[in-house]
C-alpha cells in the first residue's frame, strides 16, 4: 500500500462547479499536510498548508483533514479555467525530519 | 526576483551519457531536493541536502550523483548507470529540515530525453 493515495483523474468540471480532490494517507503519524498545484510543464507550488486536523481557507480554496479517516481533501468554489492544472497532495513522512511524501497528483480540467 | 533556477529546460542525450542539470537558489534555503516526475507516479526523491557539503540518498538514488560545494547551488547528474533517465527532473528547496518546515519551493524542471 503506498503511504500516500491519489486517483489520478483526470477530472473535468464546468466552468463555476466545486471541484473536490482527495487523498488518503495510510500513517497516522502524519501531521502536516499540503496541496501544490503544478501547470503543464511547470514546478509545483504550494497552495495549502495545514497542520493536523481541521479546515483551513484561502479565497476559493479549502483544505480538510481528517485524522480519524485518515482523508485529505482540497475543494475550489467557483472553479475557473485557470484551475485547470495537476494537483498533488503531500505530507511530511514522519519522523524528525520535513521529508515530504507525495501523492500522484489528480489532473484537472476545467471547462469554459 | 528570489527563486530557483534550473537550467537546461530541455536536454537531449545519447544513451551511455553523462549529463549534469543545474540548480541554483537566491532564496538562503538551507536545503535543496532533486524529484524525478514521471507520469502516474507523481514526485519521487533521488538526493536532498540539508547543508553544505553534505547530502543524503532518497528513495531512487541509484545511477544519480549530486554535490553541495555552495550553499545556492546542487547540481545532478545522470549518470550512465541510471537506466530510465528520460523525466522531468524538479529541483526544489525549504528553509530548513525540521517538522513544519515542508514548504517546497520548486523550479521550473528540465525535462531530459535520452535518444
Known amino acids: 500500500q503506498k503511504e500516500v493515495e491519489q486517483d489520478p483523474g483526470p477530472l473535468s468540471v464546468p466552468e463555476g462547479a466545486i471541484v473536490s480532490l482527495n487523498c488518503t494517507y495510510s500513517?497516522?503519524?502524519?501531521?502536516?499536510f499540503m496541496w501544490y498545484r503544478q501547470y503543464s510543464r511547470k514546478g509545483p507550488e504550494l497552495l495549502m498548508y495545514t497542520y493536523s486536523s481541521g479546515n483551513k481557507e484561502d479565497g476559493r480554496f479549502t483544505a480538510q483533514v481528517d485524522k480519524s479517516s485518515k482523508y485529505i481533501s482540497l475543494f475550489i468554489r467557483d472553479s475557473q479555467p485557470s484551475d485547470s492544472a495537476t494537483y498533488l497532495c503531500a505530507t511530511e513522512g514522519g519522523g524528525a525530519t520535513n521529508k515530504l511524501i507525495f501523492g500522484t497528483g489528480t489532473l484537472l480540467a476545467v471547462q469554459p | 526576483d528570489g527563486g530557483i533556477t534550473q537550467s537546461p529546460k530541455y536536454l537531449f542525450r545519447k544513451e551511455g551519457q553523462n549529463v549534469t542539470l543545474s540548480c541554483e537558489q537566491n532564496?538562503?534555503?538551507?536545503?535543496m531536493y532533486w524529484y524525478r516526475q514521471d507520469p502516474g507516479q507523481g514526485l519521487r526523491l533521488i538526493y536532498y541536502s540539508q547543508i553544505v557539503n553534505d547530502f543524503q540518498k532518497g528513495d531512487i538514488a541509484e545511477g544519480y550523483s549530486v554535490s553541495r560545494e555552495k550553499k545556492e547551488s546542487f547540481p545532478l547528474t545522470v549518470t550512465s548507470a541510471q537506466k530510465n533517465p528520460t523525466a522531468f527532473y524538479l529541483c526544489?528547496?525549504?528553509?530548513?529540515?525540521?517538522?513544519?518546515?515542508?514548504?517546497?519551493?520548486f523550479g521550473e524542471g528540465s525535462r531530459l530525453t535520452v535518444l
Open positions: 532564496l538562503n534555503h538551507d536545503a
Open positions: 526544489a528547496s525549504s528553509i530548513g529540515t525540521g517538522l513544519g518546515t515542508g514548504e517546497l519551493f
Open positions: 500513517n497516522s503519524a502524519f501531521q502536516y
